[in-house]
């Protein structure tokens, strides 16, 4: 009978799980994140990152004002100085470099070409853009932080989403993210044994809780509760843990997203592996895009929370003991009638015959074949194309 909640399956001496990680599919975009976020950008504590970003909300003021009302204010004595005079303003307004890359696509400047030019110079042109810009009307976000800054320029319609928000709504779910509830940070997976550890301490070469000027990303686990669907070739369990990872941007950078699936391991790197049933919801920061959040984004959040595994687990199962291939010619139809060509067909069976030492028999064989390769694909979009089809056929056997 296979178990659910697997709370000793397994368990290594040193608290770790024995996992199979070289199933499912390999997710980089943690590990993205993980590589290009310097110390400041790294959080020890939703806690931690929760007040960073409320703080600058609590200093910050949205506005909609007329384009050409704008004042572009520059000197020749001072080749990078530029501010901004906003209507009704006390003091000048400096763009970020975020914020005036915005306000030079508002207007259909290129700002690349901007920021090479003298402050002045610069300014003239820009001048110009906004007091001819057709939409009349833009959306600021300011702040004050030792100076009146810009932080970012958009459409009078821009639906923005806070980025304190999110990460109260992921609060809610799991309080600290650092063990207070079953979700937090993840272990790390110790590729020379196998063994994946729950029981990392939160620092900040290990956190997947980030913040910048322009965006935030989360990454939690469920890692302290394995979940058991099926067995591998050698007999053990074959362990998962649930996993989701969240974005947004305030000032217009990304939209808002939300992906949630099953995973086996989380390596030093932060790569995810053996991921299977990958979700994703994004909502772009349209005008309503505060009511999607509020009726949609944050309930899903919750739901996946709280949701039991079953349907998952059961799934797994009757890929795994579904039969659609006993032949070669079973196996090449079964796959080419799904939209595989030849040489991908000939590639998946190859896959899975080195690495289960059989020929794919099983919904379950094709499915780990298909995300095999998917993995060796060098770009995103061939390998998300992959691992979706590899998703399809197994939602069809649940």
């Known amino acids: 009978m296979t178990q659910v909640e697997v709370l000793d399956a397994r368990r290594d001496a040193s608290g770790g799980y024995k996992v199979d990680a070289g199933r499912g599919g390999r997710i980089g975009r943690v590990s993205s994140e993980w590589f290009s976020r310097p110390a400041d950008e790294r959080f020890l504590s939703l806690s931690e990152l929760y007040y960073s970003v409320r703080g600058r909300s609590a200093r910050s003021r949205v506005r909609t004002v007329e384009s050409a009302a704008i004042r572009v204010e520059a000197r020749r004595d001072d080749a990078e100085g530029l501010a901004l005079i906003l209507p009704d303003a006390d003091a000048p307004v ?37 007091s001819s810009h057709r939409a009349e009307q833009v959306k600021t976000l300011e702040i004050e932080n030792g100076r009146v800054e810009l932080r970012a320029v958009t459409g009078p319609d821009y639906g923005r989403i806070y980025d304190h928000e999110l990460v109260a709504a992921v609060q809610r ?55 058991e669907a099926g067995r591998l070739p050698d007999g053990s369990p074959d362990l998962y843990f649930r996993g989701f990872y969240c974005w947004n941007s305030e000032v217009g950078a990304k939209t808002l997203g939300m992906a949630s699936f099953y995973l086996r391991a989380v390596c030093q790197n932060r790569n995810l592996w053996g991921v299977e049933d990958f979700e994703e919801i994004t909502i772009r920061h349209s005008k309503y895009a505060a009511s999607r959040f509020a009726h949609e984004a944050a309930p899903a959040l919750i739901r996946f929370a709280e949701s039991s595994p079953l349907p998952f ?52 064989d094709f499915v780990q074949g298909i995300t095999a390769v998917a993995r060796d694909k060098p770009h995103q979009d061939a390998r998300l194309d992959l691992e979706g089809r590899a998703k399809k056929l197994l939602d069809r056997t649940a």
């Open 94 to 130: 400096a763009p970020t470099h975020w914020s005036f890359g915005q306000l030079a696509s508002l207007v259909g400047a290129p700002a690349s070409y901007l920021r090479q030019l003298p402050a002045a110079l610069a300014g003239i042109n820009l001048q110009y853009g906004l």
């Open 173 to 227: 779910i799991a309080g600290d993210g650092t063990g207070d509830t079953r979700w937090k940070v993840p272990g790390v997976l110790d590729w020379s044994t196998g063994i994946y550890n729950p029981r990392v301490d939160v620092t900040k070469d290990t956190t997947t809780l980030y913040a910048s000027d322009r965006d935030i990303f989360l990454f939690l686990v469920d890692d302290l509760n394995p979940i």
């Open 313 to 364: 687990v059961n799934g797994i199962k009757a890929a795994r003991e579904r039969i659609v291939a006993r032949t070669d010619d079973d196996r090449t139809d079964f796959l080419r009638k799904r939209g595989f060509g030849k040489a991908e067909t000939a590639k998946i069976i190859e896959t899975v015959l080195a690495e289960e030492g059989r020929r794919p028999e099983t919904v379950f």
